[in-house]
């Protein structure tokens, strides 16, 4: 039934059957019953829902808080829970490159609304490539990458892993720990079964980097390793340059394949090249690897669904065929990407003045997030909350991993109206010099009087 497997492993689609009802059966206990199952079909004809016995689910983790955080009325409130960037102001954010390149594809009365191609807007996929890895990448010149539109970071990630269910022949994942909430459920849907390597330490609020050694050291040979190309989520904890080159030079050693996931492009130094610095080492050696970007942040291109996975290959012969069989995966998910987004983005990437104008508004961005972290930790040192917060200004991106456990942030969400993921994760791209004064008393009496 399935030509492209060859082994006896169970497909993919049993995995990810598996995996669905294992995930069910621990969301609802009623699952494994099947009285409970056959009740509820009979219970039609009386009248009640053939449904009735589904449990509510949780919120998710990250995005329930702007649930939680949009019912309460208090004109204080404040929500760091969701990377999104804001103004000074408290105001999402369109960029002004963004508002000009929609307008001149709303002025241009030759474009249609026809269906794109499965792998998306040519030209958007080849400018992103040449983002990434840069425009005098080799990788590129050799015909050696293929790149396909997808539904931003998420969709893209979904799509590789996918891919990798299928086509690989080691379905081991390691991510980081901790990692974004949603790596291991795609992963694990995905048919890949996902396990950790060590990366913070929570006693230096740094890197844990013999831990991230040893693990990536003892994980068998082939296995997927999933890397933040930049501005780690949720920790804002990077590996220098020095340690991207040991853990390049141990995961080509152990034929470990790279997953990359690049969501915050130019959002950690301000500087797109610079941020892209950890993919273009591994892509610089001729190897093979994963790449999924991210328009949702570095264009604030949130709700577009903007973003692209690209897959490097050793010869163009391969990039070709595995981009025949990522069609395959794309058709049946979604079909085809959405042409809106991915218009504005290839307007702007493909005219220099506008990508100019582009580089400017970003870092803009990035400079106020670091100007935010400077402001929190002056607040802090000002109100002489016990603690050491150098890790506020030591830490990049978008978010910072305060130290702040769960009670303390139920506690400052319940007294202050400050609104973050339990992890104590807060977004500094939310904060503005008028609310950090705010957050910093929160901050101080959550610790003074909750530790
Ligand atoms: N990868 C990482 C590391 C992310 O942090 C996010 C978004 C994504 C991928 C996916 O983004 P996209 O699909 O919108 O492109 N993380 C956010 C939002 C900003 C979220 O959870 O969806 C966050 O608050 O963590």
């Given at each position: 039934m399935r030509p492209e497997l060859t082994s006896s492993s169970p497909s993919p689609t049993d995995r990810r059957l598996s995996a669905l009802v294992r995930h069910l059966a621990?969301?609802?206990?009623?699952?494994?019953?099947?009285?409970?199952?056959?009740?509820?079909?009979?219970?039609?004809?009386?009248?009640?829902?053939?449904?009735s016995h589904v449990v509510r689910a949780p919120e998710d983790p990250i995005l329930g808080v702007t649930v939680a955080y949009n019912k309460d009325p208090s004109p204080v409130k404040l929500n760091l829970g969701v990377g999104a960037y804001r103004t000074e102001e408290g105001?999402?954010?369109?960029?002004?490159?963004?508002?000009?390149?929609?307008?001149?594809?709303?002025?241009?009365?030759?474009?249609?609304?026809?269906?794109?191609?499965?792998?998306?807007?040519a030209e958007f996929n080849k400018l992103s490539a040449k983002l990434i890895f840069g425009a005098d990448s080799p990788a590129i010149r050799e015909n050696r990458v293929t790149t396909v539109q997808c539904l931003s970071g998420t969709g893209s990630l979904r799509v590789g892993a996918e891919f990798l269910a299928r086509h690989y022949h080691q379905r081991t994942i390691y991510i980081p720990q901790p990692t974004w909430g949603n790596h291991p459920k795609i992963f694990t849907l995905s048919g890949l079964s996902v396990k950790t390597y060590r990366y913070y330490d929570p006693a230096t609020r740094g890197l844990n980097f013999q831990g991230l050694l040893e693990d990536l050291g003892s994980a068998p040979s082939g296995a997927i390793v999933l890397l933040h190309a930049c501005a780690h989520n949720p920790t804002g904890v990077d590996p220098t340059l020095q340690q991207w080159e040991q853990i390049r030079r141990l995961m080509r050693s152990k034929a470990l394949l790279p997953f990359f996931d690049s969501a915050y492009q130019g959002f950690a130094s301000g500087n797109l090249d610079a941020d892209a610095q950890s993919v273009r080492m591994f892509v610089a050696d001729g190897g093979e690897c994963f790449v999924a970007q991210s328009y949702a942040k570095n264009m604030g291109l949130y709700g577009e669904r903007v973003g692209a996975l690209s897959v490097v290959c050793k010869t163009a012969d391969v990039a070709s065929r595995v981009e025949s069989q990522l069609k395959l995966v794309i058709r049946p998910m979604f079909s085809n990407p959405p042409i809106h987004g991915a218009s504005i983005v290839a307007t702007i990437l493909k005219d220099r003045n506008m990508y100019n104008d582009w580089t400017i508004e970003l870092k803009a961005m990035a400079d106020r997030i670091i100007s935010m972290r400077q402001e929190l930790f002056d607040a802090l040192r000002a109100r002489g909350t016990p603690g050491d917060w150098s890790h506020i200004i030591k830490q990049i991106g978008m978010f910072t991993f305060t130290g702040l456990n769960?009670?303390?942030?139920?506690?400052?969400?319940?007294?202050?109206h400050i609104y973050m993921t339990s992890d104590g994760r807060i977004s500094m791209a939310g904060l503005s010099s008028k609310t950090v004064p705010h957050l910093a008393d929160a901050i101080h009496a959550a610790v003074t009087r909750m530790s």
């Open positions: 621990s969301a609802s206990p009623l699952m494994e019953s099947q009285t409970a199952i056959s009740f509820s079909a009979t219970a039609s004809f009386h009248g009640e829902s053939v449904f105001k999402p954010l369109v960029l002004n490159v963004v508002r000009k390149a929609e307008q001149m594809l709303v002025n241009d009365r030759s474009r249609v609304k026809e269906y794109l191609p499965i792998v998306g807007l769960s009670e303390q942030v139920a506690f400052m969400t319940r007294e202050y």
